[in-house]
């Protein structure tokens, strides 16, 4: 194996679901299982050093490379970092054991666990004989064995003449190869639910790409592009994801002019599954994956997400459809995906005073009526199509929304919580609160000149955006609020 001079050796222990296959699906999974740590290794610029038994993966890692990556790798249940010996019976393993353990239970309390994997052959060693005989050996140099509560436990795994010394045993994500159940297209917003959706059905072998109908111009664009590469560059190994963005102003404009407010909601949730399907037709995928939880808001109730879910004949997955949203945040921040996603509004000018929370289907079927559906079909065909994996986001921001520098005679808004305002801002700086700054900006005096803030700097940049198309003098404050700060003290 030895392909890195100073190399170090992982333990990966597949997915519980892998060894309860049939012989020939565990063969298939476990081939594309070793292509996807492929790619991980790959793209941390480590050259793969893999080998494989029935029981067990092991790669060698060059020396001070972390194997959290394998972590990430669906279908691995969980990875050790480990000493392997070559051994010619007991006292070997305890020779061996003590030199390695010595000093890690030194002074503290241990346990011993040993087990064999793989078949089992006359002579092996008895695994209870091993746990005995090697904490005899570390006792003296302890303050003690203590099974249940141990402060070092000492853990080895036996096959044949071979053992794996470690310490820890560092939980993955388990589930199923990435890529082994097909594809499917996942609608994302960029907020907490869609990115959390598709993560979980990433984790069940699905291969996904990426649907985002596009209702807040370039600032959404780039802040949903942000999410779904996370999702791309960190969960989605073996795989290129591609994202493809809608633009559905026209179709919101089509909606507000021709149908009655009440159901905006959910003729929008229609459309947008439309336009999933006619994508997913494309790109040969058998589902679409939405972030809906019954309840959550308005067009969610059970009773819309029953019409919702009838502008398709495609299968709708919906994995968060029972979480909590406090579950579905935990989550979101586990996947490294949460302090992007909640600075990416929730963009939708859609929202009527008494939303429609029970639909019947024939009264949205007659509001579609009104509706020039080869708008969507105009819409879908024009959509731009991103490789999320090689794709520099940062290119695709807007410089010229950005400054770096407070004008003297710029009039300063602060757009965060009242309460971010008043724990710190930019002297001189008023506060309005961003929703109501979208609904107010036409108001605003057009000869100043106007600077924004917020938290990160994507809902300044997506109001500045909007006013510099109604010809204001407009600017988001690049980098936020922590960016501002700085240049306030410097």
Known sequence: MSRHPKSQLAILRFSGELSTKARATRYRFTQRLLQNLRDALESQGIEPGI????????VELPEGASEEVLTRVFGIQSVSRAERCEVAGLADIVRHGEARF?????????????????????????????????GSALLPLSAGVDLDNPEVTVQLEMSGNEVWFFSERIPAQAGLPLGVEGRAVALVSGGFDSAVAAWYLLRRGVSLDYVFCNLGGATHHLGTLRVTKVIADQWSYGDRPRFHTVEFGPIVEELKTHTNPRYWQ??????????AERIARRAR???IVTGESVGQVSSQTLQNLAVISQATSDPILRPLVGMNKEEIIGVARRIGTFELSKVVGEYCDLAPRSPATAASLEAILAEESRIDLGLLDRCVDERSVTLLRTADIERLAIPDLETDRIPDDATVIDLRTKAQYDSWHHPGALWLDFGHAMKAYPSFDRSKRYVLYCEFGLKSAHLAEFMRKQGFDAANFHGGTRALKRLATS
């Open 102 to 134: 010595r000093e890690h239970v030194r002074g503290k309390r241990f346990a011993v666990r040993a087990r064999r994997v793989g078949n089992r052959r006359a002579g092996d060693l008895r695994s209870a004989d091993v746990m005995r005989e090697l």
């Open 51 to 58: 080998e494989i038994s029935h029981d067990r993966i092991f």
């Open 285 to 287: 995928a058998a589902a």
């Open 266 to 275: 959910i003729l929008l949730k229609r459309l947008m599954l439309r336009a």
